[in-house]
């Protein structure tokens, strides 16, 4: 077993993917607005993640709007047979680039239809329903039914799996007395531990776990703690940060997001790195 082999597997549905994947958001421009600053960059950069082995890609119609999924079509069609590309559905953009609330059934079917063709497939792997009731975090509120529309959707086979995004315990429970759920998707790093108890919990029930802004996204974690057991592992802090989020949990699913070759290299060396019951234990004292 070599490279991110070492990550280990998990299923996402009736798919198997390797624990470690990419997350395509920061590939359009600053923002998630308009197109990259390099183009021919973003699909290098998307190239060199799956000839690494990746096979996990995360992303959004709304990224861009339509850029990144654009840009994953350009670098990567026609698409290995091991490749699982996760979408989410449930916002739009504004004009100024803000992130809008798009939950009507005519919106999200016309987002399901933009991912098939911005992707250029005719079915999507998976799909993320992202609740907007707070756009900064998991509130509670029925996503009955605009998960009945995605879920109409996937039985017109459009959609093969179905993951929720930004919720809470109870929105999960909802969740799944209309369709059945594989994967969620929800903010958590090693500073940002709120949903230690429902990791746990979706690990007993083989639900993958899937945390966005694993390296603490727009600002990417700084500690000292990190610093120092990176320094003594002669490694990064954040190859240290998403190792730590691999050992954590098994359901645990990383989507890293990176525009630059070089972070891309160091993040999936996270994959071989083992960290001690010690460093682990010096890494959990970091969130309290
Ligand atoms: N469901 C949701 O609501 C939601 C929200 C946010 C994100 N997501 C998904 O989650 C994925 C991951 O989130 P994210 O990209 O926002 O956050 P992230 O992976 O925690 O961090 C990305 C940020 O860290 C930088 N970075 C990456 N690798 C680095 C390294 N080795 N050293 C230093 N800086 C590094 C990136 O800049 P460079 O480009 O310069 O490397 C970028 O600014 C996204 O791609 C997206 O697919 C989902």
Redesign the pocket.
Not at 255 to 260: A, E, F, L, R, V
């Given at each position: 077993m070599s490279g991110i082999d070492n990550s280990g597997t998990f299923k996402l549905g009736n798919r198997v993917v390797k624990r470690l994947g990419y997350?395509?958001?920061?590939l359009a421009g600053p923002g998630v607005f308009g197109p990259p600053k390099d183009h021919q960059a973003a699909l290098t950069v998307l190239r060199e993640a799956v000839a690494s082995g990746v096979n996990h890609i995360?992303?959004a119609d709304f990224y861009g709007p339509h850029v990144t999924n654009q840009i994953i079509r350009e670098a990567l069609a026609p698409y290995r047979d091991d490749l699982v590309i996760v979408t989410?559905i449930g916002a739009r953009r504004g004009e100024d680039g803000s992130w809008i609330p798009a939950f009507s059934p005519e919106e999200l079917t016309q987002a399901v239809h933009d991912n098939l063709r911005n992707l250029g497939v005719d079915v999507l792997d998976a799909v993320?329903l992202?609740a907007m009731f707070d756009v900064q975090g998991p509130a509670e509120g029925s996503i009955e039914a605009p998960l009945t529309v995605l879920a109409e959707l996937q039985q017109k086979g459009l959609v093969r799996h179905i993951g929720l995004?930004?919720v809470t315990p109870a929105q999960i429970a909802e969740g799944r007395r209309i369709c059945e759920i594989v994967c969620v998707?929800n903010h958590y790093?090693l500073a940002h531990r709120t949903d230690d108890v429902l990791i746990d919990d979706l690990a007993r029930q083989g639900t993958a776990y899937v945390p966005?802004?694993?390296?603490?996204?727009?600002s990417?974690l700084q500690s000292d703690t990190l610093n120092s057991v990176a320094a003594r592992l002669n490694t990064?802090p954040?190859a240290v940060a998403l190792a730590w989020l691999l050992q954590r949990s098994p359901n645990i699913l990383l989507?890293?997001?990176?525009?630059?070759l070089a972070?891309l290299r160091?993040?999936l060396t996270a994959a071989a790195l083992t960290l001690s019951e010690n460093e682990l234990r010096e890494l959990d004292g970091i969130a309290s």
């Open positions: 997350g395509a958001m920061q995360d992303t989410k993320n992202r995004s930004n998707q790093n966005f802004f694993p390296i603490g996204g727009f990417p990064t954040m989507i890293p997001g990176t525009s630059s972070h160091e993040n």
